[in-house]
């Protein structure tokens, strides 16, 4: 079974830029989250999912992030315009809300750095 | 909200020693707390995790302890070996809401 896939894997900007990550989460899940790690700290959350509603966004920067879940299935997160402090990795996970664990699967994550 | 305390930061062990990781957490109300493995450049993985109806979970080599009075909780891993080096994370959430608060990590290193 194909784990929660995202893209790109290493992104290099310049500041200002707009930067957009996507992920495809594990077949079957529908819930759906964008986690920000910073280096050396646990990951933060964005944005959650249920399907394609967001639910919790409480986080998410509305300034100058952003992110869709179309179809309750893929999702792209988008940062416009870059500011040196969005260098991070930008994590997806998924997980199935009947399941009886709640675990969370993630995704290899999107590092991102802005010069 | 809550807020997961988690110490020490970085932990180096003799490989066959025991380490201990603690978290405390703030908002009684949670009732979920996996613990997750991360090694360097990886996605973090879950390792084991235990519900607030449970004291204590073990799962091989590795233990999970629950003290919901005092809200913290413990990863025990016994007979360290090298591949047990990574960072560990604790997370809190209540179980159906779906949304994880982290720890902020410990790295863990196991000495040959």
């Known amino acids: 079974e194909a784990g929660v896939v995202q893209s790109p894997r290493y992104k290099i900007i310049e500041k200002k830029q707009p930067v957009a990550f996507w992920c495809n989460p594990i077949?079957?899940?529908?819930?759906l989250y964008w986690y920000l790690q910073n280096l050396g700290q646990g990951p933060e959350l964005l944005i959650r999912?249920?399907?394609?509603?967001?639910?919790?966004d409480s986080q998410l920067p509305k300034d100058r992030f952003s992110a869709e879940r179309l179809k309750g299935v893929d999702s792209t997160l988008k940062i416009q315009p870059a500011e040196l402090g969005d260098s991070a990795v930008y994590l997806c996970?998924?997980?199935?809300?009947?399941?009886?664990?709640?675990?969370?699967?993630f995704g290899e994550g999107s590092r991102l750095t802005v010069l | 909200g809550e807020n997961v305390e988690q110490h020490p930061s970085t932990l180096s062990v003799q490989e066959g020693d025991s380490a201990v990781i603690k978290c405390t957490y703030s908002?009684?109300?949670?009732?979920?707390f996996p613990w997750y493995k991360q090694e360097l450049g990886k996605r973090p993985q879950l390792i084991i995790d235990?519900?607030?109806?449970?004291g204590e979970k073990k799962d091989q080599r590795i233990a999970v302890t629950l003290n919901k009075t005092a809200k913290h909780f413990s990863l025990h891993i016994t007979e360290t070996q090298p591949e047990d080096s990574a960072v560990y994370f604790c997370a809190a959430s209540m179980r159906g809401e779906g949304k994880l608060i982290f720890g902020q990590g410990t790295e863990l290193s196991v000495k040959p």
């Open positions: 235990i519900r607030s109806n449970v």
């Open positions: 999912y249920e399907n394609e509603e967001a639910v919790d």
């Open positions: 077949s079957g899940h529908n819930t």
């Open positions: 908002d009684s109300a949670s009732n979920y």
């Open positions: 996970a998924s997980s199935f809300t009947g399941a009886n664990t709640g675990e969370l699967f």
